[in-house]
């Protein structure tokens, strides 16, 4: 069946450092790719997305390409803030609609 | 509604007691997916619907889970007989459900505790 894997955390950071977080994937077909965002005491939210191969997702200064030759969806922000702060999920939706999501990675930045 | 509803927003119960968790989506989503989180787990998938069919049953960790859905809307997980390793958060989420790459609106989650 198709799974999601991403980097294990915590990640921590000082502020204005590159990110990166990685997530690959494992599908039949073609899948939507996310990128799914928690913020302290706050709901799931969408941060990103793409729906087919080379498209690149953006919001907030996040950016993050579907590769389908490397099954990857890494997110990537320039310079990252305090406020990013959060717990970062990686998923994808299926040919079934079926959505599944990697067991996330919490990232800590630091003033 | 506005958002995703769920309630309630915390239960503690009895191990060996059965609990019902309850999903309001919001108004015109025709998929619904329940997810449990755990420290560590992630989001583990259970069961999803589109309308009041469920396509995928795969997740639900054992026959003491249940889920149901009436009129398209709200939808109800059932934990028979709970066990402490049930404790977590349970997370409902509805999309538009037109196809891959629909937005998914999460509610605010159950979070369970079997003492």
């Known amino acids: 069946g198709n799974s999601v894997t991403q980097m294990e955390g915590p990640v921590t950071l000082s502020e204005e450092a590159f990110l990166t977080i990685n997530c690959t994937y494992t599908?039949?077909?073609?899948?939507?790719l996310f990128w799914y965002v928690q913020y302290p005491g706050e709901g799931l939210q969408l941060l990103l997305k793409a729906t087919k191969a080379d498209d690149k997702g953006s919001n907030k200064g996040f950016e993050a390409t579907y590769r389908k030759e490397t099954t990857s969806f890494h997110l990537e922000k320039g310079s990252v803030q305090v406020s990013d702060s959060a717990v970062y999920f990686c998923a994808l939706s299926g040919w079934d609609d079926k959505i599944i999501f990697g067991k996330g990675t919490r990232l800590h930045i630091l003033p | 509604g506005a958002g995703v509803s769920q309630s309630p927003s915390n239960k503690v119960t009895e191990k060996g007691k059965d609990v019902e968790l309850r999903c309001d989506p919001i108004s015109g989503h025709t998929a619904l997916y329940w997810y449990r989180q755990s420290l560590g787990q992630g989001l583990e998938f259970l069961i999803y619907f589109q309308g009041n069919s469920a396509p995928d049953k795969s997740g639900l960790p054992s026959d003491r889970f249940s889920a149901e859905r009436t009129g398209g809307s709200v939808s109800t997980l059932t934990i028979q007989r709970t066990q402490q390793e049930d404790s977590a958060v349970y997370l409902c989420?509805?999309?538009?459900?037109?196809?891959?790459?629909?937005?998914?609106?999460f509610g605010s989650g159950t979070q369970l505790s079997v003492l």
């Open positions: 989420a509805s999309s538009l459900g037109r196809g891959g790459g629909e937005k998914l609106f």
């Open positions: 599908a039949t077909g073609y899948p939507s």
